[in-house]
């Protein structure tokens, strides 16, 4: 029987980029089905006592840097942890994941180039040429998928995946959820894999 892990992302999410090897790993070995969900946790930060950072108290605010330097060391990971093109706040990105899931295409893939882009080069994936760019030299279509991305329909889907995360419970990126079970966190990563047997 396949497993379902339904992945709640934010495409501007450091610790999403974090989790998403392992998470592709944890596919591969599982042969799971990776439902990919770019929502908008602003929405969900505000029915679930979340802040954006910028309103986080200072203190939050320091060990959130001194973790992202403890997991890059740990990972052994190239993320940049204060790019310059951070925080992306423009949808395009999570609208051309979307696309591609509607599509047929590899949206889990894209969703972790995208992460890439940002938190590796720094590039501003605000920009729907980046996003275009990025979505080709993923092997994608980049005009199908930028041409979707920016259709009504994506845009109710991106909303429409929101209320659903908010629905099941979700609250941060990223969150995986199988069976019901959130798993929230790119460091609870290996207790979904231990949930999956692997």
Do not use: C
């Amino acid at each position: 029987m396949t497993v379902t892990i339904d992945y709640y992302l934010s495409t501007s999410s450091p610790w999403t980029y974090l989790g998403s090897g392992r998470l592709h790993r944890i596919a591969e070995k599982t042969g799971a089905k990776v439902n990919v969900y770019p929502v908008a946790f602003g929405q969900i930060f505000a029915v679930s006592g979340g802040l954006p950072l910028p309103k986080r108290a200072p203190q939050r605010q320091a060990y959130r840097m001194m973790e992202l330097k403890r997991w890059k060391e740990f990972l052994n990971d190239p993320i940049n942890i204060e790019p310059t093109n951070f925080p992306a706040t423009d949808p395009i990105s999570s609208l051309a994941v979307i696309a591609a899931r509607e599509l047929g295409l590899d949206a889990f893939g894209l969703s972790t180039a995208l992460l890439t882009a940002l938190w590796v080069h720094d590039r501003n994936i605000d920009d729907a040429e980046v996003t275009a760019a990025v979505t080709a030299s993923h092997g994608l279509d980049a005009n199908a998928v930028m041409e979707k991305a920016a259709t009504p329909e994506m845009a109710a889907l991106f909303e429409a995946d929101t209320k659903h995360a908010i629905d099941q419970g979700v609250f941060g990126a990223p969150s995986y959820v199988v069976d019901g079970e959130i798993f929230w966190g790119q460091d609870r990563v290996d207790l979904l894999a231990w949930r999956l047997g692997v």
